[in-house]
């Protein structure tokens, strides 16, 4: 997969991923899935997305070849990649923030490394392709246990480890009420994870009937269609008595609709990309001194958050990408006890070869796309 400009994606022949580094590893992709944070890419929203970038970053695969150096891995094996690319020995890695890793994105001193995710994140090449370089090879994939199915491996690789990450973020206590804003992947696995925290009570928020239907069977969580209410916040407080919600998830971020004008200028009162919409409906339908946690991607915004009002309000705003691999032992434990089947939220399978009809599926959210899988080799 190529980025050929906004909306525009194909499929072409690019070289062969080769060994660049001792600690490098060479993965066929067995098995790749469109995020919602590609959307972003995809709309031409996130800073120095450049033509001919491969997207991608969640994908699973086989080991073709090793550097030199690699202790760990072996040719065969089949691995799990999280999406930080990190060093593992750096000031952040030893303090288990691996999405802050200083070694590895000469372009940022704020974000690390990120796979197929614009030269923002370190401009390395994703797994949406039959083969990808996976840097530091020792330290981010791990084998995939063999009871693991292929699929629920691929999607603690970001949208399930995000949406863990984000519940804890949340500070989630006995009997809070939580609201999550957004019945995409992350935000149902958020919603899920949330009564593992604790929560006495999770609302999603969404507009879309066949995702907050899914927000119910799935996540077991009631639901608001924003549409279909005057004012969301209003409701976010009748629902709790006035109060507002203990802790508020927002798995929305720069969401991926409209267009580009819109994108720029912030017009669009709705959850939209490029602006604080999500986030502003989070520090308004919190309580005070309550907790937001915000797991959307989020690009440049041209209008104001409401600072002063989480100010004012003793108002916890914890955020930032997720340390992917810390999450690991504990998800592996909870799949394993069946309090998750993380590949039930997969609806579509879709070989790489159409990808570029996959992502106008997704982006357009038609035929009740909630997940696509991509498949390199459908054969």
């Given amino acids: ?117 614009s030269h923002t994140t370190g401009g390395y090449d994703g797994g949406q392709a039959e083969m990808v370089r996976v840097p530091f090879a020792d330290v981010g994939p791990s084998v995939i246990p063999d009871w693991l199915d292929d699929e629920d491996a691929l999607l603690m690789t970001d949208a399930l480890a995000t949406a863990y990450f984000g519940a804890q973020l949340a500070e989630i206590r006995e009997g809070d009420t939580v609201a999550v804003l957004g019945a995409g992947p992350i935000g149902l696995y958020a919603a899920r994870s949330a009564w593992l925290m604790g929560a006495g009570r999770v609302v999603v928020i969404d507009q879309l009937p066949e995702r907050l239907e899914k927000a119910r069977t799935f ?87 409401k600072f002063g009002d989480a100010l004012n309000k003793g108002l916890t705003l914890r955020m930032n990408q997720c340390p992917v691999k810390r999450q690991w032992p504990r998800l592996l434990e909870h799949i394993q006890n069946g309090y998750f089947k993380p590949s039930d939220i997969v609806t579509h399978r879709i070989p790489l070869e159409h990808i570029a009809e996959a992502y106008h ?12 899988v991509i498949i390199p080799d459908a054969s």
């Fill in 1 to 117: 997969m190529v980025y050929r400009g906004p909306y525009r994606v194909r499929v072409e022949e690019k070289p062969d991923p080769r060994i660049e580094h001792p600690n490098d590893a060479v993965v066929r992709v067995a098995r790749a899935a469109i995020c919602g944070s590609d959307l972003h890419l995809y709309h031409g929203m996130m800073p120095d997305t450049r033509v001919g970038h491969t997207f991608g970053h969640e994908f699973i695969g086989v080991v073709e070849e090793v550097g030199s150096s690699v202790q760990n891995l072996q040719v065969g094996d089949k691995v799990m990649v999280p999406f930080n690319i990190f060093c593992g020995s750096c000031f952040f890695c030893a303090r288990g923030l691996f999405s802050n890793c200083h070694n590895v994105n000469p372009n940022a001193t704020a974000v690390g490394a990120i796979y197929g995710y």
């Fill in 219 to 305: 996540a077991h969580a009631e639901t608001i269609n924003y549409n279909e209410v005057p004012d969301v916040v209003l409701e976010m407080k009748l629902q709790t008595d006035g109060l507002g919600f203990d802790a508020v998830i927002d798995a929305v971020g720069a969401e991926a609709d409209g267009n580009l004008v819109q994108h720029l200028t912030s017009a669009r009162f709705k959850l939209q990309g490029g602006s604080p919409i999500a986030l502003n409906w989070a520090i308004d339908g919190a309580r005070k001194g309550g907790v937001i946690s915000v797991m959307g991607a989020y690009g440049p915004m041209f209008s104001a958050v």
């Fill in 361 to 372: 599926l997704f982006s357009s959210k038609l035929d009740g796309c909630i997940k696509p």
